[in-house]
């Protein structure tokens, strides 16, 4: 009896490799050849991939427009994805699209155009997240780069290819008591 294919998913099969493809627009992935390496990707009876990782990095991409459409077009099992490289791209923002991926682990965003620190607080909702790279953005440059990351993401292991220590969550935290103002309570006048 044959394992069904979503038990074959596995962050073990080679990536989904689109990168240094001079890629503008994700629908371009549905033409392109993704690159071959040393081991071959499985596909399911339908012909689609059986992995959890999607390389797209070094092309010039600047939004994620139709990304769910064309990853299911592209993957058998497109939410057990793990691993989402887009480093290297012209993003200026973290697309929504990204944390509707549950299962996501590790996600690169270094070297795009990201200028907004608060961008960071939309990846709070991805339980798995563990790793996750934002240097070479804009928003490196901002005061409290990695405290504040830290404090939006406390289950993050990796951050910009650092391990993330018990010493880094605690000065995160003594960060954020010190420059992130709670929010404020307000009581109803007819509650007087």
Same mark, same amino acid.
């Given at each position: ?7 074959? #998913? ?53 939004? !994620? ?16 994805? @793990?691993?989402?490289? /887009?480093?290297?791209?012209?993003? #200026? ?5 990204? #944390? ?5 682990? +590790?996600?690169? !965003? ?9 961008? +960071? ?27 504040? +990351? /830290? ?15 018990? @010493?880094?969550?605690?000065? @995160? ?11 404020? +309570?307000?009581?109803?006048?007819? @509650?007087?």
């Amino acid at each position: 009896m044959s394992k069904p294919d979503y038990m074959n #998913t596995s962050v073990q099969e080679p990536p989904l490799d689109y990168s240094f493809r001079s890629i503008h627009v994700i629908q371009d992935l549905t033409s392109e050849e993704p690159r071959t390496g040393l081991r071959p990707i499985r596909h399911s009876k339908s012909g689609k991939s059986l992995t959890q990782s999607l390389w797209l990095n070094n092309n010039v991409l600047n939004d !994620l427009r139709d990304f769910s459409h064309v990853v299911s077009l592209l993957l058998e099992h497109p939410e057990n994805l @793990a691993w989402i490289d /887009l480093s290297f791209n012209d993003l #200026t923002s973290i697309d929504p699209v990204l #944390t509707t991926f549950f299962n996501l682990s +590790v996600l690169y !965003l270094h070297g795009n155009s990201i200028q907004r620190l608060g961008e +960071v607080n939309k990846l709070a909702v991805l339980p798995r997240l563990r790793s996750l790279t934002l240097h070479g953005n804009p928003i490196e440059e901002e005061k409290g780069y990695r405290q504040y +990351v /830290l404090c939006t993401l406390p289950r993050i292991t990796t951050f910009d290819f650092s391990g993330v220590t018990k @010493a880094d969550h605690a000065s @995160a935290e003594v960060w954020k008591r010190m420059n992130i103002k709670p929010k404020k +309570v307000r009581i109803k006048q007819n @509650a007087l």
